[in-house]
């Protein structure tokens, strides 16, 4: 049995904006931004609304939203997991929480040496499904 931790997870105050969103837009999607434009914010983008490449990777998904990565910068957070809130302030240029007065933002924890050791059997996807 594997008992893998989650590699991406959310509060219940970005699973309920996550709803909100989803309500006005439809289906969701994040991508971990890598610093470029709006810093490292995770972006939420209408699914599908973002090309996702082949070097990108798929951690898991909040509620239904799938939440990728880049593949270079997972190699740095692959030991920690991303716990994805909302607090005060501004999202992203191009990211649907932009104007809503609240913004997503990752928090992040290390996994411990058997978690860890528990993910080696549960390589990252890069299934784009």
Same mark, same amino acid.
């Given at each position: 049995? +594997?008992l893998?931790?989650?590699?991406? #997870?959310?509060?219940e105050?970005?699973?309920?904006?996550?709803?909100?969103?989803?309500?006005?837009?439809?289906?969701?999607?994040?991508?971990?931004? *890598?610093g470029?434009?709006?810093?490292?914010?995770?972006?939420?983008?209408?699914? *599908?609304? $973002?090309? #996702?490449?082949?070097?990108?990777?798929?951690l *898991? +998904?909040?509620?239904?939203?799938? $939440?990728?990565?880049?593949?270079?910068q997972?190699?740095?957070?692959?030991?920690?997991?991303?716990?994805?809130?909302?607090?005060?302030?501004?999202?992203?240029?191009?990211?649907?929480? +932009?104007?809503? *007065?609240?913004? $997503?933002l990752?928090?992040?924890?290390? $996994?411990?040496?058997?978690?860890?050791?528990?993910?080696?059997?549960?390589?990252?996807?890069?299934?784009?499904?």
């Amino acid at each position: 049995m +594997n008992l893998a931790p989650e590699r991406v #997870v959310a509060t219940e105050a970005a699973l309920q904006m996550i709803a909100g969103l989803r309500g006005r837009h439809g289906p969701l999607m994040f991508f971990q931004s *890598g610093g470029c434009c709006d810093g490292s914010a995770p972006m939420c983008y209408p699914a *599908g609304e $973002f090309d #996702v490449s082949d070097t990108d990777v798929c951690l *898991g +998904n909040l509620d239904g939203a799938l $939440f990728y990565m880049g593949l270079e910068q997972f190699a740095y957070w692959e030991h920690t997991q991303l716990i994805i809130d909302v607090v005060a302030g501004n999202g992203g240029m191009f990211s649907l929480d +932009n104007g809503t *007065g609240r913004r $997503f933002l990752t928090r992040s924890r290390l $996994f411990t040496d058997e978690e860890f050791l528990a993910l080696a059997n549960s390589p990252v996807a890069t299934d784009k499904k």
